[in-house]
T-cell receptor, first 114, second 113 residues
Framework: ETGVTQSPTHLIKTRGQQVTLRCSSQ?????VSWYQQALGQGPQFIFQ???????GRGNFPPRFSGLQFPNYSSELNVNALELDDSALYLC?????????????FGPGTRLTVL | GENVEQHPSTLSVQEGDSAVIKCTYS??????FPWYKQELGKRPQLIID?????GEKKDQRIAVTLNKTAKHFSLHITETQPEDSAVYFC????????????FGTGTSLTVIP
């Protein structure tokens, strides 16, 4: 096990609702990245947090937002849920910003929007 | 932004044969290329990676090659075993953007016993 944990494991929501997903990074890691993985696709970069600040964002609308806490855990918030938001949401933690370091993935949260 | 293409989308090989998966990237600034293995219902696991200052890297039955001029990199698995069956993803990262990974669409590898 890599030490990255996510909660909840599964979640079912309806269109228009809001959701918060949580990630605890591996011990000693200060960077958390969030990815959306639709069925049969590769993970798509949503955004990254380094030392509590957003450090880069992919092509996702503002209703996708996040936080990183002093202990480097992180939240992903999605407002006004749409059917297409149904996916596996993965977080990945790494140690050092700005250099290419291995990212350790969590088990993911499976979000279903009805 | 970076665009990573991956081929083939599915691959079936006989046990003991070799498997090759190829990826291309668009941004010449990309300088780190990891490969992940994802078994059904599980998290992606890093199996090998290569940095842009290296042309080839090997770890037991797995090797990765990088051609910076052509902007492509490949995963080679030799002596395949049934437990190699999984979805494999390549990714590219531009270091100065802070480790943002851009993934390919995945290759579903099936090793037939």
């Amino acid at each position: 096990e890599t030490g990255v944990t996510q909660s909840p494991t599964h979640l079912i929501k309806t269109r228009g609702q809001q959701v918060t997903l949580r990630c605890s990074s591996q011990s000693g890691h200060n960077t958390v990245s969030w990815y959306q993985q639709a069925l049969g696709q590769g993970p798509q970069f949503i955004f990254q947090y380094y030392r509590e600040e957003e450090n880069g964002r992919g092509n996702f609308p503002p209703r996708f937002s996040g936080l990183q806490f002093p202990n480097y855990s992180s939240e992903l918030n999605v407002n006004a849920l749409e059917l297409d938001d149904s996916a596996l949401y993965l977080c990945a933690s790494s140690l050092v910003r700005g250099s290419n370091n291995e990212q350790f993935f969590g088990p993911g949260t499976r979000l279903t929007v009805l | 932004g970076e665009n990573v293409e991956q081929h083939p989308s599915t691959l079936s090989v006989q046990e003991g044969d070799s498997a090759v998966i190829k990826c291309t990237y668009s941004d010449s600034a990309s300088n780190y290329f990891p490969w992940y293995k994802q078994e059904l219902g599980k998290r992606p696991q890093l199996i090998i990676d290569i940095r842009s200052n290296v042309g080839e890297k090997k770890d037991q039955r797995i090797a990765v090659t990088l051609n910076k001029t052509a902007k492509h990199f490949s995963l080679h698995i030799t002596e395949t075993q049934p437990e190699d069956s999984a979805v494999y993803f390549c990714a590219a990262s531009i270091g100065n953007t802070g480790n943002q990974f851009y993934f390919g669409t995945g290759t579903s590898l099936t090793v037939i016993p």
